[in-house]
């Protein structure tokens, strides 16, 4: 619909200007001269328009590869401090970021690469949340690990909710 439009419109404008430029720019030698400057300058503000979009898609790229990128290795942190826990808090701790980070993989980044926002992780998070907060220190180095766990968790939380809003960000359709 929009290009009809300017496509009635521009041969509108050109039958209406028709005689108004040929009586300005003289015989037809001049009127080529016109078209190419129009063409021109067509071009230009086509190219700078499709570079804009090529730096814009790209930088929606580098933001969402940095983005899942800090979620891994906030994930692979949990897993770490959750190592140092006694057992058999150690085991089921691991087992639950490991059953986390496998439906990740499996099920929700092939839902997002098809542009739909995964609803499964919650059950996940949920239970993690739940064993963290069952865990009772019994040392102060226990408190510490239980702290750097908690602080790691909640900045994995922040990184999975970024990244779950990337799926539908982006540039908009009519602009592609």
């Known amino acids: 619909l929009m290009i009809a439009a300017f ?5 509108g404008g050109q039958r209406l200007t028709r005689k108004w430029v040929r009586r300005l720019m003289g015989e037809p030698p001049g009127h080529n001269d016109v078209v190419s400057y129009y063409l021109s300058a067509f071009g230009v503000f ?19 590869d940095a983005t899942v ?6 994930l692979a ?15 089921d701790l691991r087992d639950l ?9 499996d099920e929700a ?12 992780a919650t059950a996940h ?19 510490v690990l239980l702290a750097e766990a908690l602080r790691q968790f909640n900045h994995m939380i922040e990184l999975g909710q970024k990244r779950l809003q990337s799926v ?3 540039l908009p359709t009519m602009l592609w």
Do not use: C, K, M
Request: glycine residues 12%; aromatic residues 12%.
């Open 7 to 11: 496509v009635v419109f521009s041969v």
């Open 46 to 64: 086509y190219g700078i328009t499709l570079g804009l979009i090529a730096v814009g898609a790209w930088q929606d790229y580098a933001d969402v």
């Open 69 to 74: 990128g800090a979620e891994a290795s906030s």
């Open 77 to 91: 942190a949990l897993y770490r401090d959750v190592g140092s826990f006694p057992e058999p808090d150690r085991t």
């Open 97 to 105: 970021v490991r059953g986390y980070t496998r439906f990740l993989i």
């Open 109 to 120: 980044w092939p839902q997002q690469r098809q542009g739909i926002v995964p609803s499964g």
């Open 125 to 143: 998070i949920n239970r993690l949340q739940e064993r963290l907060a069952a865990f009772e220190p019994r040392t102060t180095g226990q408190q």
């Open 168 to 170: 539908d960000s982006g």
